[in-house]
């Protein structure tokens, strides 16, 4: 989950700079509703976050959403704030390239027999502590602010 709560529906509301009453509208649900979800009384379902992701243009808030509502999730995926793209590419090339000097050869050792024994067990965490930091920070690409040669602010998006 979030480390420093902050409630996502509310953002994604503010970053598309709309009124509760025109937010409301845009999402086709009432301001009643709207101002449930910002005050954490109900949590809106998967729909409507979506259709609040593509009106702010911040597909992170589908994540965020999953993250805050499944359990399960939050156990095995990894937090993510939102990044601007170079910041985000710059950091999957050092988590790259930290990860092929030091833990390729060390999980290609570790894997080398088919098992992970008790000794190699401490080694193999954090190997795999690195993998799951290359994971996050492509993660970060996939959600990252983007902005167009036409210096438009292109947020996060698919497709």
């Known amino acids: 989950m979030q480390s420093d709560y902050r409630n996502i529906y509310q953002d994604a509301r503010r970053t598309a700079g709309l009124t509760q009453e025109r937010w409301a509208e845009l999402l086709g649900i009432s301001v009643d509703a709207v101002r449930q979800y910002e005050t954490d009384k109900i949590r809106p379902s998967d729909e409507v976050v979506l259709r609040m992701a593509e009106a702010a243009g911040q597909h992170i808030i589908c994540y ?4 805050n509502k499944s359990r399960v999730a939050s156990e095995i995926l990894p937090d993510l704030e939102q990044k ?8 999957l090339l050092v988590a790259v390239q930290t990860f092929q000097d030091d833990g390729l050869r060390e999980l290609t050792r570790i894997a080398a027999d088919g098992k992970i024994s008790p000794e190699e067990l401490a080694d193999y965490n954090k190997v795999m502590e690195q993998l799951r930091g290359v994971i996050r920070e492509a993660l970060h690409i996939e959600f990252a602010e983007k902005e167009g040669k036409d210096g438009v602010d292109h947020k996060a998006g698919r497709g």
Do not use: F, G, N, R
């Open 64 to 67: 965020w959403h999953l993250l």
């Open 84 to 91: 601007k793209l170079p910041e985000a590419v710059l950091s």
